[in-house]
Antibody, heavy 123, light 113 residues
Framework: EVQLVESGGGLVQPGRSLRLSCTAS????????MSWFRQAPGKGLEWVGF??????????EYAASVKGRFTISRDDSKSIAYLQMNSLKTEDTAVYYC??????????????WGQGTLVTVSS | DIVMTQTPLSLSVTPGQPASISCKSS???????????LYWYLQKPGQSPQLLIY???SRFSGVPDRFSGSGSGTDFTLKISRVEAEDVGVYYC??????????FGQGTKLEIK
């Protein structure tokens, strides 16, 4: 059974940093791209970024709203994806979800999602 | 940029009655390989999104057959043949041709009367 478990959320002051983790199980983690989404209270889904599998260079892509502040990385030996969030702003307050990203050219989609972790940025 | 537009934004349905949600994309989702890459998700209250339908009309593992998807090009529909209480939540369509960020529609909230 595929499982994704996020951790690391919490209350943080504006300008500070936070690192989220996504621990995966039930599949060969290194074979998949991993993506992060967020959802502000009462709002829709916003894509944050993704990291390709090592087979595709392990490179990353980010939404314009977080580029330069957030960094996604992965540790395939531990089956963990990370979201390092720096210079946090109040508008980054949201539930953050990690997802398994299926990349099957020419398409992609997100077939499994974690339960989410709440990040609150407030003074 | 591709824009995904869903209608209606909310609907209230009596249990046992059908429901239908429309999704329109600003660009065709038909690829030169002949396939159309449109997906549907459901986010139940307090839960994370779950994949319902892939490539317009194929149900994901474990999805009841009361859910069906149809459409082509830029116009798509998700239908629930007989709504049940557990179907409440927000439904999202997603395009799977152009990489993010323009991925999901704004969502359609389904409530039970």
């Amino acid at each position: 059974e595929v499982q994704l478990v996020e951790s690391g959320g919490g209350l943080v002051q504006p300008g500070r940093s936070l690192r989220l983790s996504c621990t995966a199980s039930g599949f060969t983690f290194g074979d998949y791209a991993m993506s992060w989404f967020r959802q502000a209270p009462g709002k829709g889904l916003e894509w944050v970024g993704f990291i390709r599998s090592k087979a595709y260079g392990g490179t990353t892509e980010y939404a314009a709203s977080v580029k330069g502040r957030f960094t996604i990385s992965r540790d395939d030996s531990k089956s963990i994806a990370y979201l390092q969030m720096n210079s946090l702003k109040t508008e980054d307050t949201a539930v953050y979800y990690c997802t398994r990203m299926v990349v099957a050219a020419p398409t992609y989609y997100f077939d499994y999602w974690g339960q989410g972790t709440l990040v609150t940025v407030s003074s | 940029d591709i824009v995904m537009t869903q209608t209606p934004l909310s609907l209230s349905v009596t249990p046992g009655q059908p429901a239908s949600i429309s999704c329109k994309s600003s660009q065709s989702l038909l690829h030169s390989d002949g396939k159309t890459y449109l997906y549907w998700y459901l986010q139940k209250p307090g839960q994370s999104p779950q994949l319902l339908i892939y490539e317009v009309s194929s149900r994901f593992s474990g999805v009841p057959d009361r859910f069906s998807g149809s459409g082509s090009g830029t116009d798509f529909t998700l239908k629930i043949s007989r709504v049940e209480a557990e179907d409440v939540g927000v439904y999202y369509c997603m395009q799977g041709i152009h990489l993010p960020p323009d991925t999901f529609g704004q969502g359609t909230k389904l409530e039970i009367k």
